[in-house]
């Protein structure tokens, strides 16, 4: 059983900069590829950046790449997101997932587990 709470949200102005953080209590976290995906109001949670189980192997959707970073610390069970040139479309409930087999896919089925979210809003 692997829970995860995120934690960094909050209110920041176009162009800006937020980390989020992400802490998982699982036995096996270095074994978890984990994943960043975020949702807005009447649309689908969408992928936004995952990471491998040692931090070699990173992807993100193209609306953030360049601009986010993704990045993990095995030893205290935490991962990050770094977001930087914040635009008001980033507005969104940002959710931890983790993936416990350890795949490469930034398919929501693939992560059977996930935080509660953190709200992060951009103003314009």
């Known amino acids: 059983q692997v829970q995860l709470v995120e934690s960094g949200g909050g209110l920041v102005q176009a162009g800006g900069s937020v980390t989020l953080s992400c802490t998982a209590s699982?036995?096996?976290?270095?074994?978890?590829?984990m994943g960043w995906f975020r949702q807005t109001a009447g649309k689908e949670r969408e992928f936004v950046a995952q990471?491998?189980?040692?931090?070699?192997?990173?992807n993100y959707a193209d609306s953030v790449k360049g601009r986010f970073t993704v990045s993990r610390d095995n030893a205290n069970h935490t991962i990050y997101l770094q977001m930087n040139s914040l635009k008001p479309a980033d507005t969104a409930v940002y959710y931890c997932a983790a993936d416990q087999y350890g795949r490469r896919s930034s398919a929501r089925p693939a992560y059977g587990y996930w935080g509660q979210g953190t709200q992060v809003t951009v103003s314009s």
């Open positions: 990471v491998g189980w040692n931090g070699g192997y990173t």
């Open positions: 699982a036995f096996a976290f270095s074994r978890l590829t």
